[in-house]
């Protein structure tokens, strides 16, 4: 139905797609799967109007088209589900809905109001959600505004009779699991009236869910396959030029802890939050906290690192307790915080790589209150090299550094820093699966030497394969603990019956 | 270095300068007279030095609207403590608007009030208490008063006016306060990235603190400098100084964000906008057209000299 | 207490009202009253033009310039002491276009040169007042058309007509700002200007069209500027700017965008005119005005802002 053929484009002289062959059928969902850098991104962007094709074309049913721009694009009855969500928290759900097309409901500029409720109402019955349209979209929950996301593409059916084409842009990796269950229903309910191109990184979630798959890389397409003939190695493989080692989390590199304690957790509580939460953490260990959202656990990271304050209860760091509260006790401590916001929280882009690594530590490079910045440099050559950070050098910014590459400076930041116990948060959002893969390999380099880590991620399947030991958390509490040895691990389904 | 796009852009304020410069001393060469220059920078010291206090808020992401009220009232302190405390009436001038600064860099951020309000409304308590205290009206200061104490204002030494060589000292120190030491580098973290600023163990309150009170205590000297060139302190001594201030800091290529920007292209914003202003009496400009030709040039030295790419909205 | 937080401004202004009558009781005198009515005509005509531009995130520097050169002209074109025009309320529209065009300036300098507006409109200010001098060349115009002074002098169910047309004012910006596309556009560049144009919206002729209504609003306070001070001059609305932004963030408009209404706008000029008349019914001296104005701002915004959900305050 929607055809891609032949498209390249470049940008500067540099050809980031090449000869791009697609095609997406009636009712079918298409998986897209490939590194950062592969050119997929790119490829959203011509299919959503924003850049337009070099050389070949599109076809819309067999009649060739062109995408001038985003409406042209929705016009024409491709939309995209935006994973960093394109809707905006100050408006009303209706609003938000029908945004750029309130052309349908208004006259000589005057907006009806009922109209647009009414015709909000509908599209939301397709999607199972059942709230107000005059709502606010920031009093809604990250998975309803994920909805609202999905019925505001899902609102062109109307306009485009039959040809809706969605694009689902890595819609997963914000959500939780029983969000993602909702979300993958919905769209194998919608087959029926849409197609789907489903671009993830999540290779068992892009098989459970895609009918075909194409792998892109290096701007090329290089594989095509029915979902049921393909397999998460051949598509690492395929994607990444070597092999998914079974070793994905370098499970075999898990060593055993060191017997002396790092930290130590007792009666720790926040109010609204968790209560009396005790827990020992080891040199060396890796300690996986499993849990839905709700169960506590995202506000334990942030308590454990001194971004919120705690109610009662106190933590020990090699034998000493801490005082006071905020970030900077903590970081003195030895307590490293690697953030789920990286962007945010994790680092200062407009700063270079060098200012960024000596931010948590700027007294070491602080000589009779002066800067030294030749010091700076040579600090942060080090840990260029120590890490593998592909920078032009210490004094990038870091806005021009790669997904994985900033996560990679943050790291250095806490090991310069003196981090012996590091907070990890998600620390393999938004990554491809190369540089999942060497913050794996990073994560057990720094256990070996005796950092303690506690652990908390994305999918049941990374912190499995990661830790040592899981504690999994439910409203509050600790549900259960689990050890977790290579060759001894738990399964899944073993921590999702706790945690719900 | 090779010259780049990038490099033009940055030197834009430098070279639109430049230009102005050439182009009115083409019309009167008089402009560039020795004279005339250090006349020119004497009259762009004050400007330069409550700029520079803008720039470090600036820089961390605020704005600062109390400077003039600021600076008044050191005029005023100045004026009235003169005659009765000699020196130490500029140490209690500078100290009066470093409080005033510390006050509203804590309002700020112990009430989470936006810094636009807080030091507009700062500022206007400071002029009614200026105005109190003078009973609004403006204090002279006696010519022998002034020539004991002033002596470091309005002398000259080695045919250079002493305000050039006070703005002189107040460029280097503060170049070298934002460029090297820890503070310059958390304010430019906390204005580029305040969230991480903090989570990587940064007082973000403290630096913001400091840094009020360091572009409140500027302009308190901005003021005590005005005082002794019209040998007088009033409550509205330094008014129509504020925003040109902002644009001079502006025009210099210090974003408005935040983060970006620094102490020596506000002294070419500066520079500029003195030349603009003084460069329009040079070439003839009619007195009724002077706002006219002045809020243009504005507009185009921005429009070429802010580098958007930094920018990736424009508000 | 969250939903005490949205009428927050208005239980700020009755518990000054109510302070101050306490003190003084002529404060709920019809008369003061309607004097208080009088005076927030002109300012709220200006905080409404720059809230539109608030609401988009962007600020608008320029209405001291804007109404400047609107009043000369106005000021100019009816029956004056130094030339021989007499349009009479012909120049009504005529003020209202100037302030329109000086807007869609501001617009286009931001739009197509990609100014930021804190410069653009600037620096337009600054064009506005030239402009204003230049066309009297340091001449004081007097008005001498009784149908533009009726505007501020002549009364209809004891208000001046100038606050009978402030009110149709207001009932247009809540239009506008409510019902119509342009207004909940120019909320979503404010919400994220990125997602607003990911969305479809276009930004470009939102941003011109809201910088010329707010032009359009400026021009209106001029014609009524003229009409009570029965002259035109350039530095006719000097020291207004920072009271018209002052009222517009008290109002629960946030600077960064995204929200704020006429009628919260309403209320915060209300709030700025309430104290500055009650400390001159508790007879307050004239300079000390500012100062408790100061606190009393601080002390609103402190109480009206909902700051607990800006995680970042700049």
Redesign the interface.
């Known amino acids: 139905m929607l055809t891609l053929k032949n498209v390249t484009k470049r940008f500067n002289g540099v050809t980031v797609l090449k000869g791009i062959d697609l095609e997406v059928r009636k009712h079918e969902v298409v998986g897209l799967i490939g590194e950062n850098g592969a050119g997929k991104s790119t490829l959203m962007k011509i299919l959503t109007g924003v850049h337009q094709p070099d050389e070949g074309h599109l076809e819309l049913d067999g009649q060739p088209i062109v995408l001038d721009s ?2 042209g694009a ?1 016009a024409q009855g491709i939309a995209m589900v ?1 994973q960093e969500q ?6 009303s759900v209706a ?2 809905l029908f ?5 349908e409901f ?1 006259r000589f ?3 009806n ?1 009922k109209k647009l409720h009414r015709a909000a109402r509908v599209q939301l019955a397709k999607v199972n959600l059942d709230i107000d349209p005059g709502m606010l979209c920031s009093e809604l929950s990250f998975g309803q505004r994920q909805m609202i996301e999905l019925a505001k593409a899902l609102a062109l059916e109307e306009r485009c009779q039959g040809h809706l084409v969605i694009l689902l842009d890595e819609p997963t990796s914000v959500l939780e699991q029983r969000e993602i269950d909702t979300l993958f229903r919905l769209v194998r309910q919608l087959k029926s009236r849409a197609s789907f191109i489903f671009v993830s990184h999540r290779l068992d979630e892009l098989l459970a869910l895609s009918d075909r798959v194409y792998v892109m890389k290096d701007g090329e397409v290089v594989a095509q396959m029915a979902a049921a003939h393909a397999s998460k190695e051949r598509l690492h493989t395929l994607m990444v030029g070597r092999s998914l080692q079974a070793e994905f989390y370098r499970e075999s590199l898990q060593k055993a802890c060191f017997p002396d304690v790092a930290m130590k957790v007792r009666g720790l509580s926040l109010q609204g939050s968790f209560a009396s939460l005790d827990f020992d953490l080891r040199r060396g260990e890796i300690l996986g906290i499993a849990g839905v959202v709700g169960s506590g656990r995202e506000e334990l990271c942030r308590v454990l ?1 001194g ?1 919120l304050p705690r109610s009662a209860g106190e933590i020990q760091v090699h034998g000493k307790r801490l005082q006071g509260g905020g ?2 006790a ?3 401590a030895g307590i490293g ?1 690697i ?1 789920r ?1 990286r962007k ?8 270079s790589v060098a ?1 960024n690594m000596t ?2 530590r ?2 070491q490079v ?1 000589r009779c ?3 030294d910045e030749g010091r700076e440099r040579t600090i942060a050559e080090e840990w260029i090299k120590r890490l593998s950070i592909k920078t032009p050098g210490p004094d990038a910014l870091l806005l021009n550094l790669s997904g994985g590459n900033q996560q990679k400076v943050v790291l250095a ?1 806490w090991r310069n ?1 003196g981090s012996t116990i590091l907070i990890l948060d998600h620390p393999s959002r938004g990554l491809d699966v190369g540089a999942k893969e060497d913050v794996y390999q990073l994560i057990r380099e720094i256990t070996e030497q005796g950092v303690a880590v506690i652990l908390t991620a994305d999918t049941l399947e990374e912190m499995i394969g990661l830790s040592h030991r899981i504690l999994v958390m439910r409203d509050g509490e600790v549900a259960q603990s689990f050890d977790c040895l290579p060759g001894a691990k738990p399964q899944q389904v073993d921590l999702i019956q706790h945690m719900v | 270095m090779p010259i780049t796009l990038d490099v033009f852009r940055t030197q834009a304020p430098l070279l639109a300068l430049v230009v102005l410069v050439a182009l009115i001393a083409g019309y009167d060469p008089g402009f560039i007279q020795p004279s005339a220059v250090l006349g020119l920078l004497a009259d762009t010291s004050t400007l330069f030095i409550m700029a520079t206090g803008i720039t470090f808020v600036l820089l961390i992401g605020g704005i600062d609207l109390s400077s003039q009220a600021v600076a008044s009232m050191a005029s005023v302190v100045i004026a009235l403590l003169l005659p009765s405390m000699g020196i130490w009436a500029f140490a209690i001038g500078i100290t009066a608007g470093i409080a005033a600064g510390a006050l509203s860099g804590l309002l700020h951020t112990w009430l989470r009030i936006p810094s636009f309000i807080v030091t507009l409304a700062i500022g206007g308590v400071i002029t009614s208490l200026t105005m109190l205290a003078s009973a609004n009206r403006t204090i002279n200061i006696d010519g022998a008063e002034r020539d004991a104490w002033f002596g470091w204002v309005t002398g000259q030494t080695a045919g250079i006016p002493n305000e050039v060589l006070v703005a002189f000292v107040v460029l280097l120190l503060c170049l070298f306060l934002h ?4 503070f ?3 304010g ?2 906390v204005g ?2 305040e ?9 973000v309150n403290r630096i913001k603190v400091m840094t009020f009170a360091l572009s409140a205590g500027l302009a308190a000297l901005s003021g005590v400098l005005m005082a002794g060139r019209l040998s007088s302190g009033s409550p509205t001594l330094a008014n129509e100084f504020l925003l040109p201030a902002i644009a001079a800091v502006l025009v210099g290529g210090t974003a408005l964000t935040g ?2 920007g620094g102490v020596w292209r506000t002294l070419i914003g500066a520079l500029l906008v003195s030349v603009v202003r003084i460069g329009m009496t040079f070439v003839g400009v009619s007195v009724f057209a002077q706002q006219i030709v002045f809020g243009v040039i504005l507009i185009i030295a921005v429009a070429f000299t802010l580098d958007r790419s ?1 920018l990736p909205i424009v508000k | 207490m969250a939903r005490l937080r949205r009428f927050s401004s208005l239980i700020v202004l009755l518990l000054i009202a109510v302070l101050i009558g306490s003190i003084n009781t002529n404060f709920f005198d019809p008369m003061n009253l309607v004097r208080i009515a009088t005076t927030c005509s002109i300012p709220l005509l200006m905080a409404l033009g720059g809230m539109f531009v608030i609401q988009m995130g962007s600020i608008d520097l320029s209405v001291e310039g804007v109404v400047a050169v609107a009043a000369v002209c106005f000021a100019l074109l009816v029956g004056n002491n130094l030339n021989g025009y007499a349009i009479g309320l012909w120049a009504l529209p005529v003020a209202i276009v100037v302030g329109a065009l000086t807007g869609l300036l501001n617009g286009l300098l931001q739009v197509n040169l990609r100014i930021p507006s804190f410069m653009a409109t600037l620096g337009v200010g600054f064009v506005g007042i030239g402009l204003a001098t230049a066309l009297l060349q340091g001449n004081t115009v007097r008005v001498l058309d009784m149908d533009v002074r009726a505007i501020a002098l002549y009364r209809l169910l004891g208000l001046p007509l100038s606050v009978w047309i402030v009110i149709l004012a207001l009932g247009v910006a809540h239009f506008v700002s409510r ?4 207004g ?1 556009h120019a ?2 560049i ?3 200007e990125d ?7 276009n930004v470009r002729r939102t941003r011109i069209s809201i910088f010329a209504l707010a032009g359009a609003f400026y021009g209106l306070a001029a014609i009524l500027a003229v009409a009570q001070f029965g002259q035109g001059h350039a530095l006719i609305a000097q020291g207004q700017l920072f009271t018209a932004i002052t009222a517009i963030v008290v109002g629960g408009a946030s600077l960064a965008g ?2 704020g209404s006429p009628l919260g706008t309403l209320l915060g000029v209300l709030i700025v005119v309430v104290v500055s008349n009650g400390m001159v019914l508790m007879g307050v001296a004239p300079y000390v005005q500012q100062g408790v104005q100061g606190v009393l701002i601080i002390a609103a915004v402190a109480i009206a802002l909902d700051r607990a959900k800006a995680r970042v305050v700049k």
């Open positions: 985003p409406r929705t935006y394109s809707i905006l928290p100050n408006l609003e938000n945004m750029g097309r309130e052309d208004s500029g005057w907006l109001g690192a971004l970030p900077g903590a970081i003195r915080y953030p916001e945010i929280e994790g680092i200062v882009s407009m700063l200012q931010l948590a700027v007294g602080t209150g002066l800067l930041k820093a | 460029r090297k030491t820890p310059g580098r958390y430019n973290a580029a990235g969230p991480a600023a903090w989570a990587s163990g940064i007082n983060g970006v930094k | 019902h119509t596309v342009l909940r909320l979503a404010g919400g994220g997602l607003a144009r990911l969305n479809g919206v995204g929200n």
